[in-house]
């Protein structure tokens, strides 16, 4: 036991230090990406989508003081002769999206994922993502100190909040994997992390049982959620552990629903295993993280003026002859169904993008997993509730953010059109506010071309 504890306190130091060395890689000069800062705004002649009621409110106006959403109104309420107005007209307001599967790394064909502190926070926010949970890294203590850089103001981007390293067990297949073998080793790990900062903890395709109830143990000891991305592991046996959270929903249950990732699945709501799942995961309270997408996401030529010159050259030969990692359109999509009988049957979906490699970008990723889960079935309000206040109520931050409601944080999108009835409009992003800071999103997004794959 005294040789564990020395290695995470070796540990510790190491990555004090080494996160240390590279602070000057993620610090970064600000272009005037800020075009509102004052501290009382008022928006004027606005659309607000109510997620709480399911509504649209038109003909309101929002007051802003401070960071906060301090009132709600009936425009051409006389306001302070100080305040900033903005005619929204023709615009409509969102809340700041909450997406909870997201990377701050980017796998651009080396060896190991690359750490994107420049590109990635900015299209994020520059999409109106303006919470995020991280799903996992490489070197959390990268994500960790972005984070700290960003909530200091040094650093423009979201909210984040940070998962561990993926725990895994040695026989898993990635360098950056963080090991653990049994239940002392879990406990011990998720401490570690906690300790750190991470407020969640994700365990990976070949978790050992033990190990996975060391991590729940501990976590759940601090009050913090386990999640996972499972493949050995059956959902089954996870959630009987207590499991929080279960990564790209029901494709992490390949093993309850004999799925091969190579081949062609057929799935079908109605079978006695699905059924089976699905009642246990709504009695254990699980909550499945979507994370959708459709072939052309990643034959999208607008995004290769993001990439660097290297990875659009590595990207486009995808887009010739993709790789046999690149997940299958066809069997994403029976993942739909499952999960519309899933929430049907109780349980609770929230919606992430995944957008670490292949050419899908941040941000932009988080609207295309939108615009899947419309075309499957859902309306667009409906999945404008998932992707606020659902995501804001699973990381228990509700009564702070996820709804445009007097007292809470002013983390806002305005979007040209409508995309409470169509919404592709969740596409159009003008203005972005965090925490009553309005961000120009043109500049957002023009300061991160040509840098995704370096950094």
Known sequence: MGTTTSFFSKLGLFLFLFSGNHHSGYTQPKPKFVIYNQSEIVLENARIVDVVKGTVLSGLSVQISNGKISGIGKTGTKVSKNAQVIDLEGKTILPGLVMLHEHMNYNNGAAVWNFHPVSFPKLFLAAGVTTLRTAGAEN?????????????????????????????????????????????????????????????????????????????????????????????????????????????????????????????????PEQKEVKDLISLLVAKNVVLTATPFSDSDYKNPVLLEYLSVDERKRVEGYLKDPPPFIPKEINDKQLRPLEKQFIKSGGKVVLGADAADAGLLPGFQNHHAMISMVKAGWSPMEIIKMATIDGATFLKIEKELGSIEVGKAADMLIVSGKPDQKIEDIQNVVLVFRNGIGYDSKSLREHSKGLVGRH
């Open 140 to 268: 959390p203590m990268y994500d960790l100190n972005l984070k700290r850089q960003i909530d200091k103001g040094i650093v423009v981007g979201p909210r984040i909040f940070v998962t561990g390293p993926m725990f895994n067990d040695a026989s898993g297949g990635f360098l950056g994997d963080f090991i653990i073998s049994n239940y002392e080793e879990g406990r011990k790990a998720t401490a570690f992390w906690a300790d750190q900062g991470c407020t969640s903890f994700k365990v990976y395709t070949d978790i050992s049982r033990e190990a996975l109830r060391g991590v729940i143990d501990e976590a759940h000891t601090r009050d913090l959620m386990v999640t996972g991305h499972l493949g050995k592991m059956s959902c089954t046996e996870a959630a009987k552990l207590g499991i929080d959270n279960i990564e790209h929903s029901f494709g992490s249950c390949s093993s309850d629903l004999k799925l091969l990732w190579d081949s062609t699945w057929n799935v079908d």
